[in-house]
């Protein structure tokens, strides 16, 4: 399968700390990738390399746009990555607090036109497709953590991506918040686009993933098809535990 | 019909404002003293209106706006003094000058953050006013006066003593025009980009916003405001110097703006009028010669606003519409799903 983005030998350095080390991987066209590792592999600085708020130490990232044209976007600046067609959220959600669900969703909707109506009009339909319809007056600092993650999809997805990079969106939702956002992702791939998924929940993560790349300390310590991430010793004992391995080899 | 009806409706504390601007005028008769303090109130407000887009709207803090402002009266000023100009084209030239200098200015300021940003503000103006009182192309420590021209009455409208309704009735339509103007931008494409920056660059930046560009846009319509705002002032007052850059007279926009709720629209005329009712009352009680006193209660009036009510009176005002807004959807949804009040619900 042709490749959206590819990552090579991405390296993050803060101050000593190796945050990304020469970490290498092909997001692939309409997939869902996901990148998995304990807390403080270096997932979240991966995304920030990616989307330009870091600049990476060294490496490259390479992007495929809609014509098929090959662009270095190593270290260009987060909006014009963007405007490229790749999106992120924020595993820390930034909900634009003193603005409505709706009006949140229209300034990502705003990328597309300069006309108030129209992007009123395109968030309208991003509102219905993640089940926010009844919320839209609700001001954002008034949302719960469920809907904050919910409104920081939606606005990411109202700028319309080819990519959509999706930073732990399901930590601290309960089992049918997860179960909506699955959905969700499974649509937004049925639709055509290509995610990049980080998650925690493994339950969540299996069965929708084609591809899983695992972060330890900064380092690539795995790639592959969800089950052979399950059964892969070395992610094993870095970061899933034997409860997992077990109830995998079971099924 | 419908459509004109919703528009009333929905500008129905705009046009109560505007009817009142335009009777009371009228209504006191030949009373030039508050003909005057309604000149001023306008002119701050529409100067509080333009720095509201930068630091409300924007949330880049300007503590410098002096220096648009100034610009604006001296080229007016200067222009009319030395070269016959009428104000109308000083204003244009004022208007000119200002936004390039905002757009040469803060392409580079911008590259500050916070705290640093609204310094460099205030430098910018102390910077001006240093110059402009040594330059003595413009009157140096002297000033510059304009004249009036009685053989040129329409264009030279405002210089004239005798009679302020008509510069008052013009003050005001660039006013309305201003506010209209501040209004439509709220609702713009520029004015979600401006809130999406200041609450957050980085969500900005994410959903492809360059905040560089859309701030340099928002300081650039605002210095064109506060220009216009100076050249309305020099020729009401027909003398600027210096002084016109200094801090003092950049925290009146300030704090027009802040007393009646930033980021508001409606904030810097409310605040305006309040600033002025107080400003006045106390002048009277204190006496004109101990001004320091009322900068005081500003001051502290300023810091109760900033920490109980960061909206200003708008603010409050909002509040207390909300509330009866919420409170009568309820009635309404109880009415609809036949479900009891609290404290009715005791059978089960
Ligand atoms: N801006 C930063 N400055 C210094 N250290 C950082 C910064 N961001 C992340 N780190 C460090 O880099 C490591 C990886 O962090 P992060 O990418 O957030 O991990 P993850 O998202 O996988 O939990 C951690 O040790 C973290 O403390
Ligand atoms: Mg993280």
New binding site residues.
Partial sequence: MKSVIEIRNLTMK??E?M?NEDVSFDIENNGIVSLI??????????F?CVTGF?KPFSGKVTYWDEAGVEQDITGRPTHEICRKGITRNF?IVKTLSEMTVEQNIMTGAFLHTNKTSEARDLAEGVLRRTGLLARKDILGRNLTIAERKRVEIARALATEPRVLML?ECMAGLNQTEIKDVMNLILDLKAQGLTLLV?EHIMEAIMPISDKIVV?DS?KKIAEGPPQEIANNDEVIKAYLGEKYHAKSKKS | MVKIKNIFKENLFALILLALFIIVPLAVGKNADIHNIIIYILIYAMVGEGWNLITGFAGQTSFGHAAYFGIGAYAVAVLGNKYDVVPWAGMLAGILIATTLAFLINFQLFRLKGHYFAIATLAVAEILRTLFSVWTYVGSGDGIKILFRPDNKVLWLAIDVRNRLPFLYITLALFVLVFILCKSLENSKMGFYWKAIRESHEVAESIGINPQHYKVYAMMLSAAIAAVGGGLYVQFFKYVDSVVFSLDVSMIFVLVTVLGGIGNVYGPIIGSIIYYTLDLSMRRLFGGTTSGINLIIFGILLVIVVVYQPRGIMGIFDDLVNRRRLAKEKALQRLDTGTPGEGSGGKA
């Fill in positions: 803060f101050g700390l945050a590792g304990p807390n403080g592999a270096g997932k979240t600085t991966l920030n870091y595993q930073d980080v972060l900064g």
